[in-house]
């Protein structure tokens, strides 16, 4: 069993019932945990792109949250929000995946090129039944890429789209010849052929990208996939639809059947507080019982992970074919009084911790988990952003991926970890998550706290090396669901940590509550 997951002995079936719990005060003394770190035992590298984004046509995520038209009275470049924009790039965004999600497989790429005043307006039918303008296609996509710094990732139409629609859009992105297509991009403003890092065939198509069966979209990928050509040494990654949660029924048909044309596999998973899907509880004002639900359910991944890869390593060895979870996340009830299709949600102290959470897991799986997308980037879901006309505010997940930007192409380190258990009533977890990494300054260890009640004193002994400096920066807050909103949008930020200190070895801490906290060893 791994690590993160050791001692976790059962869920309470109370938590499907959503039962309010009063939080408990910090009262509770400092527990001891013990870490012995192996930087003499460098493991895989930790690829920037498990810190992906995910933007899709759904809601507010792509107008009003990205992009506003160059006509707004709200700052823009070309369209784009300079807020957002702004903020993106000091996230250092390694790579976005447009345009969706189940929103992918009814996107016909020509309907979001040419004049803008020209292109057709359709119908978002999984989101909401709104008009889609069409206003922000594939131009616009790849110019928002460029404007952050971002690597594109293309989700294609497999569910109502063709083999020949894919392949005209890959080579209308990539193809440096003389065309009709690529005379129609210049003519559409890019001479150029862009760089597209990722291209995956359908999504989901389990549910609303065709509601198939694994072999039938094995098949289906083989036969697209052939098709889609770009440039030499400018072919994208591309991706097959994999499963979701603890089916590895679709991973197992695609590492047995599928053997070239494929370097990722898709995989998703939602953490929810409960059970059940039609009642998942609230963004806030929860209780204790839903803290634990949530950071137990998060948990998960780590067990899904390491059961699909066990199903690749038996094919696929040299682990060529990367496992990528592209839309991972927290998804609650919708807030009273918005459209339910927006998915809009607040987004509190759980959220960075659940992301904290899962970037540790992530990086445990370094040498198979390469990609990864959170969903979603702004005003969906675990957004990083909220925007509100000219406002925007800044998440504590936005927080949480500015303090694991150091892991980004760093190194893994492997650790053994000796903690205390986090228990409310007959539910337990362990207490302390933890990762680290060589860096190119030295080395950076990840610590989250999931107890909201107790703080913990963390002694990490680290072999194969003897750094002498410490600096650190800390993400907690007094309520499990502190939140930044437009009238405190600085309520839950990060501060620096000081409550560490390195001798012989040695790194001693002390972790809040419900705390995560990143620190830089030089």
Known sequence: ?????????????????????????????????????????????????????FAEHLGRGIEEGVWVGEHSPIPNVRGFRNDVIAALRNLHVPVVRWPGGCFADEYHWRDGIGPRAARPVTLNTNWGGVPETNAFGTHEFLDFAELIGADAYINGNLGTGSAHEMAEWLQYMTSDRPTSLTAERARNGHPQPWKIAYFAVGNEAWGCGG?????????????????????????????????????????????????????????????????????????????????????????????????????????????????AVDEWGTWYDPEPGREPGFLYQQNTLRDAVVAALNFNIFQHHADRVRLANIAQMVNVLQAMILTKGSQMILTPTYHVFKMFEPFQDATYLPADLDVPQYTLGTASLPAISLSAARTASGIAVALVNVDPNAAAKVSVSISGANPAQVSGTLLTAAAMDARNTFEAPDAVHPVAFTAASIKGGVLSLTLPAKSIVVVNLR
């Not at 109370?14 to 001891?32: H, I």
């Not at 929860?286 to 992970?305: C, K, N, V």
């Not at 390491?306 to 199903?311: E, F, G, H, I, T």
């Open 1 to 53: 069993m791994p690590l993160i997951l050791r001692g976790v002995v059962m869920l309470l079936l109370a938590f499907t019932a959503m039962r309010p719990v009063e939080v408990r005060a910090q009262r509770a003394p400092a527990r001891s945990a013990s870490v012995v770190l192996h930087a003499d035992r460098p493991g895989a590298t930790i690829d920037r792109h498990i810190f992906g984004q």
């Open 211 to 323: 509601n198939m069966t694994p072999d039938h979209y094995v098949d289906l990928y083989r036969q697209d996939a052939n098709f889609l050509k770009a440039p030499e040494g400018a072919r994208p990654i591309m991706v097959a639809s994999g499963g979701n949660d603890n089916d590895t029924s679709w991973t197992t048909a695609l590492v047995a059947k599928v053997s070239r044309d494929m370097g990722a596999i898709s995989f998703h998973y939602y953490t929810i507080p409960g059970e059940r899907w039609r009642s998942k509880g609230p963004a806030t004002g929860f209780g204790e019982d839903q803290w634990m639900s949530t950071l137990a359910h998060t948990l998960r991944m780590e067990d899904y992970i390491a059961q699909n890869s066990l199903v690749m390593d038996k094919y696929d060895p040299a682990k060529k074919i990367a496992f």
